[in-house]
């Protein structure tokens, strides 16, 4: 089933450097290691701080917000300026729409090194009883210029040997006037209709207190519109009306809330046989008052609650990209190929261009968690499908295009209620389309129990995949780069993971263990010339056929004082194949 809400870091190698992005909170080996084998278009994964489509926020409030923030550093040189504006509104407890806009721009601290990143997102909820869905669309900008490093590390390392002082701004790089443009839009809807019953619940506290105001408002209102009419009467009477009178008096319906049955009963003047009759004493009758006043009030403090049982899910994602990387000056002999034709694009200039969309639609049927004391979990199944659509260039001018589609079922078994116990299980296997033979399945389970006077989680998470390399590193064409790798093997990547994590100490320990087969990657191989230059640059795919193991053991510690925080993370990694997945020790 597709995953919407989880936020993948991933490691992507540009088109002219090959330089990677790491994120320094990531407690997960795989956030900075892996390439995202699952990701269609690697081109963006990088931009997942940015782009909405990773996610999916969709904003509940109980009136308008409206938030704006600037940030700005730097100066006019290496200045970063980013603007974002966040606009949410209810239209009672069920309809909610929104939007999201957001702008990075950031000059960079070398040359050839800015960045133009846009976001604008749309949203609207419906949550009824039985009928809920989401709906957000939402489109992407994002403009990186491309410098392929600087031209010698001595700038940096040994500044001592150049005879004039260069700043970070004045340092010469390997390329300039290239540019890396992407551009996305997204649509995504999920809806469901729910099966189920009502039943009478108490209501909260807060529920209380706001029913026992609204029914004090109504007995003012009530009062108001009585003396009112007492005013207009007096009036077409012809007599003056006394409102300290009139509000001085109490009129009572029936018998009071706190009465109570005083005196003695007059005696039975009948002659009658009392053996078979209840002898009601003033002990009993007050009993009964009580018994029938305190239903009542129960009655009264009790809400109608729509327990919803089974749900008829359907989800529809529709993705559209478009990427071009395009260069107007190329260092000579730069890169090792030319797969164009001559004709097509002349001289050192580079307009490479892919662009991909992706339909899928997930339909759904659930058995929800909760609805009775004996529902300790809740159960999914459902089936996808996922329709994938490619252009590429070919050597001649044109196009090439390809199309893929696959069928998919799997089920989920979840547990989420409660404080002690949590599990979540999913599987997912494919049975039609380029991806036959796929599955995945994911394991989590967290016990929660108190110690110290707060609360200490020990969770378990563990996954086994056996997943085809996606589309980009089957198939990319482009004036320099170009393969067909259709002999690809299927990647197999399990891990085993546990955490430790003590809220009052705010302390996490983390221990992983992965182990992958058929590991795919890229790999880039260059030459160095007398002057230092990078020549006969080359990205092929290459993948690992023996296993790699890797472990993993990471503490954060968070301190707080006041205001102030500050968050520590220190972690040990260790390769089996430093080679395919070199890794830092510390």
């Known amino acids: 089933m597709y995953d919407y809400f989880i936020i993948r870091h991933t490691k992507l190698m540009c088109h002219g450097c090959g330089c990677t992005c790491t994120c320094s909170r990531c407690q997960s080996i795989a956030c900075t290691t892996f390439i995202n084998l699952n990701s269609d278009i690697l081109f963006v994964d990088d931009f997942h701080n940015l782009c909405i489509d990773s996610v999916r926020e969709i904003l509940r409030t109980l009136g308008v917000i409206t938030n704006l923030t600037y940030n700005t550093a730097g100066n006019r040189t290496n200045g970063e300026d980013h603007f974002t504006a ?4 209810n239209a009672g407890k069920r309809i909610g729409v929104g939007f999201k806009f957001d702008y990075i721009y950031g000059r960079g601290y070398y040359q050839n090194q800015s960045t133009s990143h846009f976001n604008y997102t749309m949203y609207g909820s419906y949550l009824g009883d039985r009928y809920q869905a989401h709906l957000l669309f939402s489109t992407n900008h994002e403009k990186v210029t491309e410098n392929g490093g600087i031209t010698n590390d001595d700038y940096i390392t040994h500044p001592e040997s150049f005879d004039d002082n260069y700043a970070t701004s004045e340092i010469p790089t390997v ?3 290239n540019w890396n443009r992407n551009d996305n839009q997204h649509i995504f809807l999920t809806h469901r209709y729910n099966i189920g019953f009502n039943r009478k619940v108490k209501m909260s506290e807060e529920e209380i207190k706001a029913r026992k105001f609204a029914i004090e408002s109504m007995k003012e209102n009530e009062a108001l519109k009585e003396k009112e009419l ?20 109490q009129t009572f319906s029936g018998r009071p809330d706190d009465a109570k049955i005083v005196g003695d009963e007059p005696a039975d003047s009948l002659t009658t046989d009392k053996s078979d009759r209840i002898t009601v004493t003033d002990e009993t009758a007050d009993s009964l008052l009580m018994g029938e006043k305190k239903t009542n009030v129960d009655t009264t403090w009790m809400k109608n609650e729509y327990v919803p049982v089974t749900s008829f899910i359907h989800t529809m994602s529709f993705d559209n990209y478009s990427r071009i990387y395009q260069a107007y000056k190329t260092p000579e002999n730069y890169y090792a190929d030319n797969f164009y034709d001559p004709s097509v694009l002349h001289g050192d200039s580079i307009y490479d261009k892919t662009s991909h969309f992706r339909l899928q639609n997930t339909f759904a049927i659930s058995l929800l968690e909760g609805f009775n004391k004996w529902a300790k979990a809740g159960l999914k199944a459902f089936v996808s499908s996922d329709l994938r659509h490619f252009v590429l260039p070919d050597d001649k001018g044109g196009t090439t295009t390809y199309n893929e589609h696959s069928l998919s079922i799997g089920g989920q078994l979840q547990k989420t209620q409660g404080r002690t116990l949590h599990y979540d299980v999913i599987a997912e296997t494919w049975l039609t389309g380029e ?19 707060d609360t200490v989680t020990l969770r378990a998470n563990g996954f086994f995949h056996h997943l085809n390399p996606t589309f980009y590193y089957r198939h990319y064409h482009s004036r320099h780069f170009w393969w067909d790798n259709d002999d690809l093997s299927k990647i197999i990547h399990s891990r085993i993971e546990g955490m430790f994590t003590y809220r009052k100490t705010h302390t996490t320990l983390r221990v992983a263990v992965d182990e992958m087969k058929n590991y ?27 296993a790699i193991s890797l472990f993993t053991i990471s503490l954060a510690q968070d301190f707080k004082l006041g205001p102030l925080h500050w968050d520590n993370v220190i972690t040990y990694q260790k390769s089996s194949d430093n080679d395919v997945i070199p890794l830092p020790d510390i």
């Open 86 to 89: 966040k606009f949410g509104v």
């Open 175 to 177: 390329l300039e006037q």
């Open 230 to 249: 007492a005013s207009r009467q007096a009036r077409r009477e012809g007599r003056e009306f006394d409102e300290e009178k009139f509000d001085n008096e």
């Open 435 to 453: 991806d036959a033979g796929q599955l995945k399945i994911d394991g989590s389970i967290d016990v929660n129990f108190p110690l110290f006077g």
């Open 520 to 546: 795919t990657y890229m790999a880039m191989s260059y030459d160095i010339d007398d002057q230092f230059n990078r020549i006969g640059n080359k990205v092929s795919v290459a993948q690992k056929g023996g």
